[in-house]
């Protein structure tokens, strides 16, 4: 059974940081991609960041370019977001998300690329 478990979520002020958490089991997570996606209340969930499986290849929504680093660790099948300088626009659901990929360079950014889903951790950040 396929579990994506994300954490790390939580309320910060403005230009604050955190660091959120997926870890992943039930899957050659070494052979995955990964992503994170958003979604705020009333919108469609977005894009935000992906990384290929061998970690050497990362992708951020403009929005974020700049402020949030993707990483993974394939040791401990886990992949990180951090993000800095956060902004109230910032605040939603996050989910995290893997792909297979035969090619250890891609990255995925279209959401119905993905096969697996996390069940998502908040993050407010407060004005």
């Known amino acids: 059974q396929v579990q994506l478990v994300e954490s790390g979520g939580g309320l910060v002020q403005a230009g604050g940081s955190l660091r959120l958490s997926c870890v992943v089991s039930?899957?050659?997570?070494?052979?995955?991609?990964m992503g994170w996606f958003r979604q705020a209340p009333g919108k469609e969930r977005e894009f935000v960041s992906a990384?290929?499986?061998?970690?050497?290849?990362?992708y951020f929504v403009d929005s974020v370019k700049g402020r949030f680093t993707i990483s993974r660790d394939n040791r401990k099948n886990t992949v990180y977001l951090q993000m800095n300088s956060l902004k109230p626009e910032d605040t939603a659901v996050y989910y995290c998300?893997?792909?297979?990929?035969?090619?250890?360079?891609?990255?995925?950014?279209?959401?119905?690329?993905?096969?697996?889903w996390g069940q998502g951790t908040q993050v407010t950040v407060s004005s």
């Open positions: 039930g899957l050659t997570f070494s052979r995955h991609a």
């Open positions: 998300a893997a792909v297979y990929s035969s090619v250890g360079s891609y990255y995925y950014t279209k959401r119905a690329e993905y096969e697996y």
């Open positions: 990384i290929s499986w061998s970690g050497g290849s990362t």
